[in-house]
């Protein structure tokens, strides 16, 4: 079974971001480093899964936000999408997806 990731919101800068499930009862920001309670999960499953509700999130709250993340093209979703995986690797075992 493919260990869980969450999708959370960070309440400081507002990006939502996927993090591997632990448990631990904190979480800290890829973005800005802010470390917070896990509080507010909004969703839970694959990597697969959290990676496209992270970017369809994002997405919604427009693009002055993705642009703070990364500058964002097309080219660049993948160079997030790249940064998350090492994250995650870090967070854990190497995974396959
Ligand atoms: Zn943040």
């Known amino acids: 079974m493919p260990q869980a990731v969450l999708v959370l919101q960070c309440g400081n800068c507002q ?3 996927g993090q591997l499930a632990k448990t631990t009862a904190s979480w800290t920001c890829k973005i800005c ?3 917070q309670p896990l509080n507010n999960v909004l969703f839970e499953g694959t990597g697969k899964q959290c990676r496209e509700k992270v970017q369809q999130l994002n ?3 427009g693009i ?3 642009q703070r993340i ?3 093209h097309q080219q660049d979703e993948n160079i997030l999408r790249m ?3 090492d994250e995650h690797a870090e967070d854990s ?3 396959h997806y």
Do not use: A, S
Request: proline content about 5%; charged content about 40%.
């Open 33 to 35: 480093n802010q470390k």
């Open 70 to 72: 990364c500058d964002v």
């Open 83 to 85: 940064k998350l995986e």
């Open 15 to 17: 990006t939502h971001q």
């Open 64 to 66: 002055e936000e993705t």
């Open 93 to 95: 075992k190497p995974q």
């Open 59 to 61: 997405m919604q709250r």
